[in-house]
């Protein structure tokens, strides 16, 4: 009985993630007329159904193996992508392409403008604990300290900046931060990113057999996300 409470939960989990990215493609056919502003070209789309894979692979590893913390970042990260390609998507149309004409549109705007920390923040959990779930050994511990402090201070700074932009949510992604906080999330982040990217690289050379494999399709996988995700920057409100 657990084990079918735990798919089903897992499940329903991976089809609100899917069903929000699939709005979110709806509502930008739906305001198609406003051009680029409205994410309908290949690019936006194209990314947007790739994302889908995010979810459908949180589902079948968080059900299959529910103590491999993996799973559950990828189930987790892919509602949060779901959730915020549907919130820009809803803002732009009620913001831009009929504005007062959805309620809650600038609520949406707003959280698409710090949301996209934690798929990132994911990302360099995924690194630090990809394939077993876990560290490598203790000595990683600071790292992973270093990771969630480095996100946590980011997503402040966005919610900061998010605020800030409330009346003009679409305000260049260079506006409205404090002094200083900007260039240290540039800094940070992507240290953060090295961080878990050395965890990767650590245990793949010292790693042999299946978990080698896993590491080599792991990294193969993550080159694609990473080709896919170009476009994610313009998917944010600029």
Known sequence: MTA??????????????????AGGIALSYVD?????????????????????????????????????????IFLGVGLVVGL????????????????????GARAAAWLV??????PIAGLAFVLLLFPTGRLR????????????????????????????VWADPFATLSAGWYPGSHAAVFIL???????????????FARSSG?????????VAAALLVVTVAIPWPRSRPT
């Open 137 to 164: 050994s203790r000595g990683w511990r600071p790292a992973a300290w270093l990771v969630a402090t480095v996100f946590t201070l980011s997503a402040a700074a966005l919610v900061a900046r998010a605020c800030r």
């Open 84 to 103: 915020a390609f549907f919130c820009d998507r809803y803002g732009r149309g009620g913001l831009v392409a009929a504005s007062g004409s959805l309620p």
């Open 189 to 203: 982040v992507p240290a953060a990113l090295l961080t878990g990217a050395a965890a990767v690289a650590v245990r």
């Open 32 to 72: 198609r007329h406003m051009g680029p502003l409205s994410r309908w070209d290949f690019s936006n789309v194209f990314e947007e159904a790739a994302f889908i894979a995010v979810p459908v692979v949180g589902f079948v590893l968080a059900s299959r193996r529910p103590g491999n913390k993996v799973g559950w």
């Open 210 to 218: 299946e978990e080698r494999l896993q590491l080599k399709w792991f």
């Open 4 to 21: 079918r409470v735990l798919a089903w939960a897992t499940g329903c989990v991976a089809a609100v993630s899917v069903a929000l990215l």
């Open 113 to 118: 403008n710090w949301i996209s920390a934690i």
